[in-house]
Antibody, heavy 116, light 108 residues
Framework: QVQLVESGGGVVQPGGSLRLSCAASGFTFSNFDIQWVRQAPGKGLEWVAFIKYDGNDRYYADSVKGRFTISRDNSKNTVHLQMNSLRAEDTALYYC?????????WGQGTLVTVSS | DIQMTQSPSSLSASVGDRVTITCRASQGISNFLAWYQQKPGKAPKLLVYAASRLESGVPSRFSGSGSGTDYTLTISSLQPEDFATYYCQQYYSSPPWTFGQGTKVEIK
């Protein structure tokens, strides 16, 4: 069955960095676009980043542009989100997900807390 | 960027009620709209894509409709398991693909 498993979250100080990973299984990973979506505690969903199936197109929310980098390794069925210059407002549960047009599968999320 | 305005932000309803949630886009999105259901502590679950296509396994009491800038999610007869928060997401053209603010459906 389709599975997406996020990892790499944790507590980091403002200005610090984290690298999130999303490990996929149960489908032909290299055929599917992936997005990252985050949810601050008690808040709604916020779209963060997107990477096309072949890695050739990448897009970011204005709130993370220049600080976050999305990448993928199709040989390892993994997508990464490199997060630099982290701010308190980046504190959230980060989900990776397939798009709605391809089944809308989501992982369970990994929690990032930015705090001194 | 396209803004999504979702309403209401919350509603109270009883089991068996018909419930309607609306999303309005700041520009036409040509039916590139999805609806998700999220329960506390869980990841969002896809209900509808392409504005009106029901995802496999989703009960038929859920339906989506709309066109242009205005879209609706309808629950024809609210069931106990439907109490949750609902989000729309537009995926028109290139990202950013914005979400609505969410609608929390509570028990009356």
């Amino acid at each position: 069955q389709v599975q997406l498993v996020e990892s790499g979250g944790g507590v980091v100080q403002p200005g610090g960095s984290l690298r999130l990973s999303c490990a996929a299984s149960g489908f032909t990973f290299s055929n599917f676009d992936i997005q990252w979506v985050r949810q601050a505690p008690g808040k709604g969903l916020e779209w963060v980043a997107f990477i096309k199936y072949d890695g050739n197109d990448r897009y970011y929310a204005d709130s993370v542009k220049g600080r976050f980098t999305i990448s993928r390794d199709n040989s390892k069925n993994t997508v990464h989100l490199q997060m630099n210059s982290l701010r308190a407002e980046d504190t959230a549960l980060y989900y990776c997900a397939r798009l709605a047009t391809s089944g809308g599968y989501w992982g369970q999320g990994t929690l990032v807390t930015v705090s001194s | 960027d396209i803004q999504m305005t979702q309403s209401p932000s919350s509603l109270s309803a009883s089991v068996g009620d018909r419930v309607t949630i609306t999303c309005r886009a700041s520009q036409g999105i040509s039916n590139f709209l999805a609806w998700y259901q999220q329960k506390p502590g869980k990841a969002p679950k896809l209900l509808v894509y392409a504005a009106s296509r029901l995802e496999s396994g989703v009960p038929s009491r859920f339906s989506g409709s709309g066109s242009g800038t205005d879209y609706t999610l309808t629950i024809s007869s609210l069931q106990p398991e439907d109490f949750a928060t609902y989000y729309c997401q537009q995926y028109y053209s290139s990202p950013p693909w914005t979400f609505g603010q969410g609608t929390k459906v509570e028990i009356k």
